[in-house]
């Protein structure tokens, strides 16, 4: 490998140079302060929002291809007036001597150049809204040295897209400070309903501020007095020159930088903190300063993330014979889905920099936090609820700061609502939570019951004249937007999440007592999974939908974009395909879709555009939706193979994608970071086929992560209690989960004897033979240990018979 490895406890990706092919990032967040940092400390800041509360700058074009600007410590030499930098960017000189770690939490970066060995540890402390820079110079060589230390920031100060567009006219609202050794920066303008045609006349509330534990010899907040004319961050005439201008004031395009000076003997080392943030009083910067001015405080801060994420990390852990799966499982795929349940698709290196959240990434998100903090999970589901109308509908999405959102009538986005309820009630088994009111977005509340019905509804009322759920402005795939601009094109993906969620709600009913409800909704199920077998089966594999005209997309009758994968899963998981069909679908992806890097999308690509299909047909073939391995999909390829029982098949997917494997195998072509999922990769008919593309914020982490544990494990959450249903590659022998499910502690030993991929022959409790799939529920507190023995199956599992007959006919057995 290249350019890093995972540490052997798994916890740190090592990175070995710092010109690694993309820039590898971290985040650094407590969910309302986040810094984005790369393995060179470059990446940018904001609170709560990044679109209204920008605090430090990167673009997505300079960020990706430069890794500039970000948070750097320039080094000099005084006597020789040499200048390096402890990040190696941006100064960018000898590639040796460097070594990154990002970590769960922080990113360190030890650096020995000129004699110097330095040291930079970033992190963002779980109470506290700030980044700590905890930074050590060590003089290495045998002579006295002086050396000069510059922490800079470039400061992007409350409106990203403001400043982005009217970047000169935007500086004449900048004002910066310097108080008490504290560089002080704020905006006189706050551009927060960006859109209106009403000027807000609003100043941004906060100020951000750089503050050291060191002495400030001397600083700058203007860019061009710090950089020089025709200079760049390499290069800055202050650094060379050794001396800062002492610039403050307002009007101008502005930074941050202070100066120190240490004289070091030989064996030396002078340790600083600095802190960026911001505040709403300019008080509280001292405070937090005298906080962590101290080095010892500094380490307590980072202790307090280290103990925060050793308590997440700890919750749902496996042990499997793949140290490729733990690590994944365990450690980076948990961590990247709790980033994006925090920051959704707000922020990255690649896109973003606005200050919205979706409705149906929040909802999917979530679904990942559910087994190690069910109380955030909670709150997100009332969050959610709170942004559906009363007639069923919902936005697809807005600003968290404002609340102000966009109802678009995306034909999925009801069903994701439905999903996420029925998830969260699985998981916690607080039924009473049906009958707690929440409000909707415009005017007056419901139950959680209510909201789910309507959700439900709004979609059974919005169906074509052939019983097929309406596409309407787009489904899960934002690309299709003018497949049904008219009214009347159709989404096969919608038809299986409504009969899916009409299942899933119809055994809720049941359980809690809604008879009546229960059956309306069996038989709406019965009349959906019909007409989807009537109308969308091609022969090989279902359509994907049909356009306004009446032609279908998705078909072997197509020259391209004939096999959409999401079509063919979905019905498997939704158990609206007869087995022969199942079957007969996971087959054509597997033959027609899959790649060395995973299945894609669909196939072949969209060359030419076609406007009665939308933007997906517009993107570069073999990029972003077009016929690219979109890894999102790939999870739900890997649930539908494990409800065939095809668990070789299924790992085959997952290893794939596997970011792990991707490192291993081939980090050159993939690119982005090895220890997180992407969205998407290039697909075969890109010249860089294999190549990773916008890493981070996708709801692959998420999805990904819950079906490793509900279908691969097999250790999954029911309304009922936990259920043991294993789909592991027959190659292994046993593994081990540990769980906690309704506050009691599950320790499951499964063991493979015979090497089968699915089937269970006996589970025991705590040594005793037990007769059902259905694990008991135990007292809070208590640790339960659970023996799974593989082989021929002694008991009928329901979900493997939930596939409808040749008849299409469909159990309505509660």
């Not at 994944?328 to 973003?352: C, E, H, L, P």
């Amino acid at each position: 490998m290249n350019y890093g490895h995972f540490s052997e406890d798994g916890r740190e990706y090592v990175i070995t140079r710092p010109d690694t092919p993309r820039p590898w990032a971290n985040y650094l967040t407590n969910g309302r302060y986040c810094a984005i940092c790369s393995q060179t400390g470059g990446g940018h800041s904001f609170f709560e929002t990044s679109g209204y509360n920008r605090v430090t700058r990167t673009f997505p074009q300079t960020a990706v291809m430069q890794d500039r600007p970000g948070r750097y410590v320039y080094l000099r030499d005084a006597d020789t007036g040499e200048f390096w930098s402890a990040n190696w960017q941006p100064v960018c000189d000898d590639t040796s001597g460097f070594e990154a770690r990002h970590g769960i939490g922080y990113t360190s970066i030890n650096r020995s150049s000129h004699g110097i060995e330095s040291s930079i540890t970033y992190y963002v402390p779980p109470r506290d809204d700030i980044e700590v820079w905890m930074v050590s110079v060590r003089n290495s060589s045998d002579k006295k040295r002086e050396i000069q230390a510059f922490p800079y920031v470039k400061w992007d100060l409350a409106n990203y897209a403001y400043n982005a567009v009217e970047a000169n006219f935007s500086a004449l609202f900048n004002e910066t400070s310097i108080e008490d050794g504290t560089i002080f920066a704020s905006s006189r303008y706050w551009n927060i309903t960006a859109g209106s045609s009403a000027n807000p006349n609003a100043r941004w509330d906060k100020w951000a501020f750089m503050t050291s534990s060191a002495p400030v010899e001397a600083h700058d907040c203007f860019e061009e007095e710090f950089m020089g004319m025709y200079r760049d961050y390499s290069n800055p005439i202050a650094i060379e020159d050794g001396q800062l201008r002492n610039t403050s004031g307002h009007g101008r395009d502005i930074i941050a930088a202070l100066q120190h000076r240490f004289i070091l003997e030989p064996g030396e080392e002078a340790r600083f903190t600095v802190l960026v943030g911001v505040v709403f009083h300019k008080e509280l910067a001292w405070n937090l300063r005298d906080r962590y001015d101290e080095w010892e405080e500094a380490e307590r801060g980072l202790a307090e993330v280290n103990r925060y994420w050793d308590g997440y990390l700890s919750r749902t852990n496996a042990g499997t014979p793949s140290r490729e799966f733990d690590l994944s499982f365990n450690i980076w795929n948990k961590y990247q889905a709790w980033v994006t349940s925090r920051w959704s698709r707000m922020d990255s290196y690649y896109v973003g920099g606005g200050s919205i959240i979706g409705f149906r990434d929040s909802w999917q998100d979530m679904l990942a936090i559910l087994p190690n903090d069910l109380q955030w999970a909670r709150e997100r589901v009332i969050y959610m609820l709170e942004h559906q109308f009363p007639d069923g509908s919902t936005l697809h999405n807005w600003d968290p700061l404002t609340n102000i959102g966009t109802k678009t009538g995306h034909s999925d986005d009801p069903m994701w609502l439905v999903l996420g309820v029925v998830e969260y009630l699985k998981e916690s088994g607080d039924l009473m939570f049906l009958d707690e009111a929440v409000r909707y977005y415009d005017s007056g509340s419901e139950t959680v019951r209510q909201h789910v019905v309507r959700a439900l509804d709004y979609t059974l009322s919005h169906m074509s004249d052939r019983g097929i759920p309406l596409i309407m402005a787009a489904d899960w795939n934002d690309g299709l937007d003018y497949v049904g601009r008219q009214g009347r094109g159709e989404s096969a993906m919608v038809a299986a999440h409504l009969a899916w969620m009409l299942r899933e709600v119809a055994l809720l009913m049941w359980f809690v007592g809604s008879d009546a409800h229960a059956q309306s909704y069996i038989e709406e199920r019965d009349k959906l999974i019909r007409n989807i077998n009537q109308h969308l089966w091609d022969g090989d594999w279902y359509i994907r939908g049909t356009r306004d005209d009446g032609e279908a997309f998705g078909s072997s009758r197509n020259i391209e974009g004939r096999i959409y994968i999401n079509a063919q899963s979905w019905m498997v998981m939704a158990g609206a395909a007869p087995k022969n069909r199942a079957v007969r679908s996971m087959n054509s992806v597997h033959k027609h879709l899959n790649t060395p890097y995973g299945p894609a999308l669909f196939l072949p690509p969209y060359c030419e555009p076609d406007p009665k299909i939308g933007i997906i047909t517009r993107f570069a073939p073999g990029t972003k939706e077009n016929g690219t391995i979109f890894c999102h999909p790939v999870a739900w390829a890997i649930m539908a193979e494990c409800i065939l029982g095809r668990g070789d098949r299924a790992y085959e997917y997952w290893k794939e994608v596997s970011f792990v494997h991707r490192g291993e195998s081939d980090e050159d072509i993939y690119k982005v970071e090895p220890y997180v999922y992407c969205e998407y990769i290039h697909g075969p008919d890109s010249k860089y086929f294999g190549q990773g593309e916008f890493s981070w914020t996708t709801g692959t982490a998420a999805w990904m992560w819950k079906v490793c544990l509900d279908w691969i494990l097999g250790v999954r959450a029911e309304i009922r209690g936990l259920l043991i249903d294993p789909c592991i590659p027959s190659e292994w022998d046993s593994y081990k989960v540990t769980r906690r499910f309704r506050r009691a502690t599950y320790e499951v030993e499964v063991e493979n004897p015979e090497h089968v991929s699915q089937g269970v022959r006996e589970i025991y409790v705590d040594g005793k033979r037990h007769h059902s799939y259905l694990l008991p529920l135990f007292p809070a507190g208590e640790t339960h240990q659970v023996k799974v023995v593989m082989g021929q199956p002694s008991m009928t599992l329901e979900v493997h018979a939930e596939f409808v007959s040749e008849e299409v006919s469909v159990s309505t057995e509660s």
